[in-house]
């Protein structure tokens, strides 16, 4: 079950990963500059994490999925074959943040149940990267203050 969603989440970190890189480099628009350095700071943060997820599933006797199919079969998150405006760059991957948040807590939980504090703990710093992505998505689509 744990080594399963592993899986999973890397498959789906990956696909977050490429989509945040493929957004950095088609941003455009007015606030072009900032965004192509927020999806650059996601996209660098998903990177890194694909590796360490990875080992985990290894260290459980596993081996980590790694192609392009096998990703595409396990990941939660859609591709992207266009290129959205700017706007919808932003809500597509506010909606993919929480997809990954949800999967997340999933992971976290049966790592827990599996006594894999070790997992566990990654998970929790997963869910800090996750949840500063969602406020700061919610942010930049903010048009105004309650």
Known sequence: MLADLLKTYLASTFAYYLKAH????????????SLHEFFSEIYEDAF?????IAEYIRTLEEYAPGSFERFQELSQIPGQTKVPRAQLMLEELLADTQTMKDLVMQVF?????????????????RQDSHGKYMWQLKSFLKDARA
Do not use: L, Y
Not at 22 to 33: D, L, Q, S, Y
């Open 48 to 52: 890194d994490a694909n590796d360490a």
């Open 109 to 125: 939980e049966a790592a827990q149940a599996e006594g894999r504090e070790d997992i566990a703990n990654f998970m929790a710093e």
């Open 22 to 33: 493929m957004f950095h480099w088609n941003v455009e628009g007015p606030r072009f500059h």
